[in-house]
């Protein structure tokens, strides 16, 4: 079973940026490709972005395009996501996993954008 520890969420103010940091307890090479997911309060997770293997690769859902950037150091066994500009509708509890069939969540990070 692979673990998952997510950090670097915490409370912040409109506009304001943050970075995300998941740690993966195995090479996350042989995860191959990853995403960072969200679950804000009564809503489904959803992906919000995807790097490939090598991270030349990446995708984000519209909502968050140029507002955040995904990354992965392969020798750190460590995915980031870089949080600029962030809005009200972006509190949420943030994940990383596989972008393909994700499995063994982590507790996840808690994101939350207020005044």
């Known amino acids: 079973q692979v673990q998952l520890v997510e950090s670097g969420g915490g409370l912040v103010q409109p506009g304001g940026s943050l970075r995300l940091s998941c740690t993966a307890s195995t090479n996350i090479v042989r995860l191959n490709d990853m995403g960072w997911y969200r679950q804000a309060p009564g809503k489904q997770r959803e992906l919000v972005a995807g790097?490939?293997?090598?991270?030349?690769?990446?995708w984000y859902t519209d909502s968050v395009k140029g507002r955040f950037t995904i990354s992965r150091d392969n020798a750190k066994n460590t995915v980031y996501l870089q949080m600029n500009n962030l809005k009200p509708e972006d509190t949420a509890y943030y994940y990383c996993n596989k972008y393909t069939n994700p499995r063994d969540w982590g507790q996840g990070t808690q994101v939350t954008v207020s005044s």
């Open positions: 790097i490939s293997l090598g991270g030349g690769a990446k």
